[in-house]
């Protein structure tokens, strides 16, 4: 299995709403990152996972809130999310976080907060 | 602080045409691995390359190939007779200890292949 999954593959939600994602990776990869990335624009580093501890946080609000409950799954749940938070959400993993190592990068969740 | 500068913004060729995507970078770092990814319009980066800073020699994988200069901080990519399926963003991207393992990508290039 060399893929990394993602669900849903759409969500809209209103900004009082709790919503969560889902990344799902059986690559036996050691490290999962959340990245944010909007129209015509690069993928933005959210967090970081390294062997299921968050290793990174990019001055992410509190709203977004991750967990890696094992090796193979992390979630970002979402509460009173803003309409500017309207994006792709990628999930990616690779073997290791270290500079050499390639990610991996799931199909997203295109997320809608009205 | 590490940059990566892809100045096409967008290319638009008939297929079977050959196009070059240009990429830029800046580290102060000596060790370093620079990266490529394809995004089609369904969303998912797909890794296509990586290159560390101390291997210079140019790859060909089928119709693609990859020109990396040191002198000039560069690491082109080029597709060959492209096609209908080659329509994507593509995403040069750089990482190093020094700059915490995390990539830095350029803005991308869009690429747009004409039947």
Same mark, same amino acid.
């Given at each position: +299995?060399?893929?990394?999954? !993602? ?7 209103? $900004? ?10 059986? $690559?036996?990869?050691? =490290? $999962?990152?959340?990245?944010? !990335?909007? =129209? ?39 509460? =009173?999310? !803003?309409?500017? +938070? ?5 999930? =990616? ?9 390639? !990610? ?11 | ?7 096409? @913004?967008? #290319? ?10 240009? &990429? ?10 620079? *990266? ?17 800073? *101390? ?19 560069? *690491?082109? *990519? @080029? #597709? @060959? ?10 995403? &040069?991207?750089?990482?190093? #200890? ?18």
């Amino acid at each position: +299995d060399t893929e990394v999954t !993602q669900t849903p593959k759409h969500l809209v939600m209103g $900004m009082t709403n709790k919503k969560s994602l889902k990344c799902e990776q059986h $690559m036996g990869h050691r =490290a $999962m990152y959340w990245y944010k !990335q909007k =129209a015509k624009k690069p993928p933005e580093l959210m967090f970081v996972y390294s062997y299921e501890k968050l290793s990174i946080n990019e001055s992410v609000p509190s709203r977004f809130s991750p967990e890696c409950p094992n090796s193979s799954l992390l979630n970002l749940h979402l509460h =009173a999310l !803003q309409p500017e +938070d309207s994006a792709l959400y990628l999930c =990616a993993s690779s073997l290791g976080h270290a500079e050499n190592n390639e !990610q991996f990068f799931g199909p997203g969740t295109r997320l809608t907060v009205l | 602080a590490q940059k990566v500068t892809q100045a096409q @913004t967008e #290319i638009s060729v008939v297929e079977k045409e050959d196009v070059t995507l240009d &990429c830029v970078y800046e580290t102060r770092d000596t060790t370093y691995y620079l *990266f490529w990814y394809k995004q089609p319009p369904s969303g998912e980066l797909v890794f296509l390359i990586r290159r560390n800073s *101390f291997d210079e020699q140019n790859e060909i994988s089928g119709r693609y190939s990859w020109n990396f200069q040191k002198s000039t901080s560069s *690491f082109n *990519f @080029t #597709i @060959t007779a492209s096609q209908v399926v080659d329509s994507a963003v593509y995403f &040069c991207a750089l990482s190093s #200890i020094a700059a915490g393992n995390k990539l830095t990508f350029g803005g991308g290039t869009r690429v747009l292949v004409k039947p």
